[in-house]
C-alpha cells in the first residue's frame, strides 16, 4: 500500500468512527487561499525564445483537523490545489519545444500550456502526547528538504514524516519522502537531482523513490539554538547539515546569526554511473560527476526600528555543484542563497550579499513592506576558467491589515540575474501577485 493510499484509508477511518468526537471537529480550521500570478522573464543574449508570460489563477483549499480524544488521536489534512490559466501562447510558455512536461506555470499539453491542472492530496495523522505522525501529502521544510512555493500552486510531497517534542527544547524529525509533485504539475513523479533529471523530461532523466532525511533542533539557551540533520537521496547523495542560530540584543535592535554547514557525498549509482552523474567541475572538460560539495556560510541580520540591514557570505568546496532535491521543475533548497533565479552554489563558487528591508508600519502604514538583497558569486570553476555572476532583488508588498478586505496582498517581485558563463543567458523577470486568504472555519 503505498502513502496516499494508506493517508486515504486513515482519513475514511477517521471521519467513519471518530468525526463526532469532541477535538476533532471543534479543533478543525479550513481556509480558502486566492492567488492570482503573473511573470515576465526576459531572456537577455543567446538564441531561443526571448521572453516567457504566462498569468494564471490559483485556488488552494486547506482544511485541517483537530484530533479525537484519547491516548491515541487521529486526524486529518486536506489539500486542494487548481490553476486556471488566463494567459499563454507556444512561443512564451517556458517550453516552446514541447520537450519538458511544463512551461513557467502551467503543466504543457506538448508545447501549450493546459487551460486548467488540478489536485488532492490528503494526509491522515496521529499523535500520541507531543509526538506526531503524518502520512500522505507533505509541505516539509528543513534544511534538508524544502518545498517549493514560488509559482501559482505549491509543491507538495508525498511520504511520511514523525515530529517529536518530548523533551523540553528539542524537536526530533524524522521521514521518508517517495515522489513530488511539481508546481506547475498535477502528477506525482519520483526524485532526482541536477545533472540527471534531463530538465523535467521525465522520460530522458533517471530518479528514486526514496529519500530519508532526520534531525534535531535544540535550544541551547533561549537564545540560542543548535542543527543536526541528514538527508540521503538513495543512488545519488548523502548530506550531513549543522547549523547554529543566535539573537543578541545590540543597543535598541536584535543581531540574528545563523551559520550554516553542508556536507554532502555521492551515494550509490551516482557514485560511477553516468546517467547518475550531477554538474560540476571536475578538470579538463568534464562537467559532470559524482556528488563531491561543502558549503559554509554565515548571515547576519540586524533588526531595529523597522529596519533589516543583512550581510552574508557562502563559500563552497569540492567538485560538484550543492546537491538537493530537483525534479528539473522548479524546486527551492534552504542556503542563504536561494533567490528568485539562482542559488549560488556552483562548484568553487564563494558569493557575498548584503541586503535591506523596511517594515513601514513604523511610520504608521501597517502592512506595507520592501526589500532588497544583492548577491555577487565569483570563483566558479568551469573549463574556460573562473566565471561569475550576480543577481539583484527587489520586493515591494502590501497586505491590507483590517477592514472588509483585510488579508488582500499585493506583491511585485524584480529581479536581474547577469553572467558570463558560457551557453546561459542573463535573465531580467517580473512577478506580480494578487493573494486573499479567506477563513472557511
Known amino acids: 500500500m503505498n502513502k496516499s493510499t494508506l493517508a486515504l484509508a486513515v482519513a475514511v477511518g477517521v471521519i467513519a468512527q471518530q468525526a463526532g468526537a469532541a477535538g476533532f471537529i471543534e479543533d478543525s480550521k479550513a481556509t480558502l487561499g486566492l492567488r492570482n500570478f503573473y511573470i515576465n522573464t526576459d531572456n537577455r543574449d543567446g538564441t531561443g525564445p526571448n ?33 486556471l490559466r488566463l494567459d499563454s501562447s507556444p512561443d512564451k510558455s ?53 518545498y517549493n512555493d514560488g509559482r501559482l500552486l505549491p509543491q507538495t510531497f508525498t511520504g511520511g514524516e514523525l515530529k517529536s517534542n518530548e523533551i523540553k527544547d528539542l524537536t526530533l524529525t524524522a521521514g521518508q519522502i517517495e515522489s513530488a509533485k511539481g508546481r506547475n504539475s498535477s502528477n506525482d513523479e519520483n526524485l532526482s537531482i541536477a545533472g540527471a533529471n534531463a530538465g523535467s523530461n521525465y522520460d530522458k532523466g533517471v530518479f528514486s523513490n526514496k529519500f530519508y532525511y532526520a534531525g534535531a533542533d535544540y535550544k541551547l539557551t533561549k537564545d540560542l539554538t543548535a542543527s543536526y540533520y541528514y538527508g540521503e537521496l538513495k543512488e545519488f547523495y548523502s548530506q550531513n547539515f549543522l547549523g547554529l542560530v543566535h539573537n543578541w540584543a545590540i543597543g535598541p535592535g536584535v543581531l540574528k546569526s ?10 550509490g549509482n551516482n557514485g560511477d554511473t553516468p546517467a547518475y552523474f550531477t554538474s560540476g567541475y571536475y578538470g579538463g572538460n568534464t562537467v559532470k560527476g559524482k556528488v563531491d560539495n561543502d558549503l559554509y556560510s554565515y548571515l547576519a541580520l540586524y533588526s531595529v526600528e523597522g529596519h533589516t540591514f543583512g550581510a552574508g557570505y557562502q563559500y563552497t568546496k569540492g567538485d560538484s555543484d550543492f546537491p538537493w532535491l530537483n525534479q528539473g521543475d522548479g524546486s ?13 552554489g556552483r562548484a568553487g563558487e564563494r558569493t557575498w550579499q548584503a541586503r535591506y528591508a523596511y517594515d513601514f508600519a513604523k511610520v504608521g502604514v501597517p502592512g506595507l513592506t520592501a526589500g532588497v538583497i ?55 523577470e517580473n512577478r506580480l501577485i494578487v493573494s486573499y486568504s479567506i477563513p472557511l472555519l
Do not use: C
Open 51 to 83: 521572453k516567457n508570460e504566462e498569468w494564471g489563477q490559483g485556488f488552494d483549499l486547506r482544511f485541517i483537523s483537530g484530533y479525537t480524544q484519547g491516548t491515541v488521536q487521529f486526524g486529518v489534512d486536506a489539500i486542494g490545489l487548481y490553476g
Open 94 to 146: 517556458g517550453n516552446s519545444s514541447g520537450s519538458a512536461s511544463g512551461g513557467t506555470i502551467f503543466p504543457s499539453d506538448g508545447n501549450r500550456a493546459v487551460h486548467d491542472f488540478a489536485s488532492l492530496g490528503l494526509t491522515g495523522k496521529v499523535k500520541i502526547s507531543q509526538t506526531e505522525l503524518k502520512i500522505g501529502t507533505l509541505m516539509p521544510n528543513n534544511p534538508v528538504i524544502k
Open 258 to 267: 545563523d551559520l550554516r554547514y553542508y556536507r554532502s557525498r555521492d551515494n
Open 332 to 344: 527551492s533548497n534552504s542556503t542563504i542563497t536561494d533567490m528568485q533565479i539562482q542559488k549560488f
Open 374 to 428: 544583492y548577491l555577487r558569486g565569483d570563483n566558479i570553476d568551469t573549463p574556460l576558467g573562473e566565471k561569475t555572476e550576480w543577481e539583484r532583488d527587489l520586493t515591494v508588498g502590501y497586505v491590507i491589515p483590517e477592514g472588509p478586505l483585510k488579508n488582500l496582498g499585493v506583491a511585485w517581485k524584480n529581479a536581474m540575474w547577469r553572467t558570463d558563463l558560457a551557453n546561459t543567458r542573463s535573465q531580467d
